[in-house]
């Protein structure tokens, strides 16, 4: 059975907050603050039966981790009220969905970010290192363990939403036509989130843009008045007889 953890029910993900990093405006985050009233209870059934179907198609995934023992890993999405811990090495055990992961043991690595990211790291999408380790995934604890879980992964071709899709027999062709549906409209919702985003803070950036450049220019305006400063005293420490003439200059 799912573990599952109640505490703080009222309060947004902790390891997000703490680690000062901010969801994206996106469909995801709208969807999360719609599922913050939620207990982890109603969801933990639906991460449990992910994670024995993932178990059961990719095997050489999991044998690859047997290693890791009872290492965990935190899966903190900072666009979703939930935290998912896994045991990646000891696959019997589902994994645990928080609502509050500051509630635990520090884990041995954690990874936030947003949903998205997470999703391509555990299906094994995530192309190249530059990218692994970009700002984009905020990676605490011991890197070692993500890396592991990452090379695993890699290449497996894991598919998360077609592989609990079949585990629906003959409503496997009109559920996948509906997540079709559904990641149409996600990206066309995406879209428009991101221009009503543009168009609030479009004028701020703007803004701040034309501060930006003022600032450099000012910047630039005191480096030169501190060198031509630096060059009259030079000059005048080489006239002879004004060796100490400097005591009262500015």
């Known amino acids: 059975m799912t573990e599952t953890s109640t505490a703080n029910a009222g ?10 990093r901010r969801a994206p405006l996106s469909p995801v985050l709208l969807a999360g603050l719609a599922l913050r009233p939620l207990p982890p209870a109603l969801i933990a059934p639906v991460v ?9 198609r990719y095997p050489a995934v999991f044998e690859r981790l047997a290693g890791l023992g009872d290492a965990t890993i935190l899966l903190d999405p900072i666009d979703l009220p939930f935290s998912l811990l896994l045991r990646p090495g000891t696959p019997q055990r589902a994994p645990a969905l928080l609502r509050d992961s500051a509630a635990l ?20 999408r995530l192309d190249g290192d ?21 090379n695993a992964v890699d290449s497996a071709e ?17 559920a996948r036509r509906a997540v079709s549906l559904a990641r149409t409209l996600f990206a066309r919702a ?12 479009g004028p701020v ?40 003439g400097e005591a009262g200059s500015p």
Do not use: M
């Not at 043991?105 to 299906?123: C, K, N, S, T």
């Not at 995406?190 to 803070?201: C, H, N, P, S, W």
């Open 11 to 20: 309060a947004a993900n902790a390891g997000a907050a703490s680690s000062g």
């Open 205 to 244: 950036d703007r803004r701040c843009d034309r501060q930006s450049l003022a600032l450099r220019e000012l910047e630039d305006k005191v480096a030169t008045l501190q060198g031509e400063i630096r060059r009259r005293r030079a000059a005048r420490r080489d006239v002879p007889g004004n060796a100490g």
């Open 130 to 150: 530059a990218r692994f380790f970009s700002r984009e995934l905020a990676i605490e604890g011991d890197t070692e363990l993500v890396v592991a879980l990452r």
């Open 105 to 124: 043991e520090p884990p041995g690595a954690a990874v936030r970010g947003p949903l998205l990211a997470l999703i391509d790291l555990l299906e094994g």
């Open 158 to 174: 894991i598919d998360l939403v077609e592989d609990l899709l079949t585990v629906l027999g003959p409503l496997h062709g009109p």
């Open 190 to 201: 995406a879209g428009d989130i991101e221009r009503l985003r543009a168009a609030a803070v």
């Open 48 to 56: 449990g039966l992910a994670w024995r179907t993932v178990h059961r």
